[in-house]
């Protein structure tokens, strides 16, 4: 059951407290079941403190999503035996996303969401920002790869030939 | 001060040498996993870029809709994808006969496949590895297969086929056999209680038999039934000697009733024995 007026307090990881309604936590697996947990009364609108490991910025852009993704079916259509895709952004979050690319720390904001959505068990929002990470490795080479994620090649001689020749056919 | 403590840690980690990059190894292995399910193949492959991306690389199950294996792939490769990656279609295209050929036929069984097909196969490897205890295999990896007949394929490699497509014994529900040679056909029909002489079956088991047949008179095919399985023989098999040949389970009774339709089927006497 939800209690759309219902809202919920967070403390983030630098003591910021923000209140938010029940209609956007739904989405968080994490607050839902810490909700469940203190088992609230069905009248009561309480102002229940969750604590959140993580920071305020990061907050407030999962919030601007879960503000946007509020309708959002529940619980989320999880994909099994499908192949996975990562061409299918809506248009709003790759609007969204794009913002951080004119920000000399994109990157981090990037992770910072990702991992904040995975905390917190958003699982629309950790899909779509581990979409845009695989957008940014796709059909890219092996040395571009390397240096967009900063990655040495720890590999032995043997290891790297044994990896050429299976990737013999996929390696541009 | 652990508040404190994390958040520093945090900085070294996603601050470092340098601002412009994603620090995918200080992402736990799980969420790695959720990343590479959503890289294509190739880009999957060429994304192990040192040991833990390739480790995990390795680790993880994904699918695949759509998959055709060439002889120019190497053995190692197609080793690698069969340990993973589940299936949709998988298409084989392979000729001639040498070691990497023979190797990455063999591996075909290792795969987790919906529909296996051999698009293009040489008739010497065929020959050569597709005897009955590789086609016995085959219906462990796959849910349909279509290949080509050949002739080390016996009725009682048909036979074993039949009883694990029947007993839902294993993955198999439909084999597809183009151009069957009408000898290992009859031999197997025989084998399950079923003769066909001068346009008659005869059998003494529960079966129904239906033909679609032309305004001309003449046979195009047959469909016997045995419950929900299906044994369908091209009319070619009876009139030149070789022709199409499947065995079907079906799924539903609305597909068994469709096989069955009487608009384009008729339903043909079976003689007792």
Partial sequence: RIYPLMRVTLTTSDGASVTVSRQLTKHSGFIEKAITDMAVDDNAVPL?????????ATLKLVIEWLTEHRDDALPYPEKTDEERRADDIPAWDQAFVQKWDTKEDQQ????????????????????????TLANKINGKTVEEMREILQL????????????????????? | LSKLSSSVGMDREIGGRNRGYFNIL???TELIKHIFSF?????????????????IELDSKYHVDYLKIHHHHSPDFVRRIAQNASIGSLYIYL?????????????????????????????EILKEMMVDSFLSDLTRSCKSMHMWACRSVTSDGLYQVYKTIKDRSAKLRILFVNDIIDEPAFAFLKHIGITFRDGTFYSNRNIEVYQRIMDNGSVVFTRIFEGYLEIFLDHFVFMYGWGNFKLILHETRESLEEAKNPEYFDRVEVSPE
């Fill in chain 2, 39 to 55: 890289l294509d193949m190739k880009d999957r492959l060429r994304a192990r870029v040192n040991k833990r991306l390739d480790g």
């Fill in chain 1, 48 to 56: 229940s403190a969750v604590a959140v490991d993580v920071d305020d």
């Fill in chain 2, 26 to 28: 200080g992402l736990p």
């Fill in chain 2, 95 to 123: 000729s001639g006969l040498n070691e990497s050929n023979r190797e990455i036929f063999n591996l075909i069984k290792e795969f987790d496949i919906d529909k296996l097909e051999f698009a293009r196969i040489g008739y």
């Fill in chain 1, 108 to 131: 981090q904001t990037l992770y910072a969401v990702i991992t904040a959505a995975d905390k917190l068990d958003i699982k629309g929002l950790l899909d779509m920002t581990c979409k």
């Fill in chain 1, 152 to 172: 040495e090649c720890d590999f032995t001689e043997e290891e790297l030939a044994e990896i050429r020749k299976e990737n013999a056919w996929c390696e541009n």
